[in-house]
């Protein structure tokens, strides 16, 4: 693979990686960062990270699905698109 087309593929990775986790839903992009982040402090631990890490993981989508499902008559712009409705 030559430089130019490793050049396409990380910037199309990255392009797609930007899109996915800070434009579709900026807590998906914590989400990710907490989960990282809980897997390399439990490392060491494989009993409890096998544990934790599916618990984080649901939780933080939880957390984003709620988010995403809450209303937002309080927005102006959400009022003016929809006409006020939920």
Do not use: Q
């Amino acid at each position: 693979m030559s430089s130019g087309s490793l050049r396409r593929v990380v910037g199309a990775v990255g392009r797609f990686a930007w899109d996915f986790f800070v434009d579709d839903s900026p807590e998906m992009l914590v989400v990710a960062a907490v989960v990282v982040g809980c897997a390399y402090a439990l490392r060491g631990e494989n009993s409890l990270a096998v544990v934790a890490l599916p618990v984080v993981v649901v939780l933080g989508l939880t957390i984003c699905v709620w988010r995403a499902l809450r209303p937002r008559a309080k927005d102006p712009d959400h009022v003016r698109r929809t006409g006020g409705r939920p």
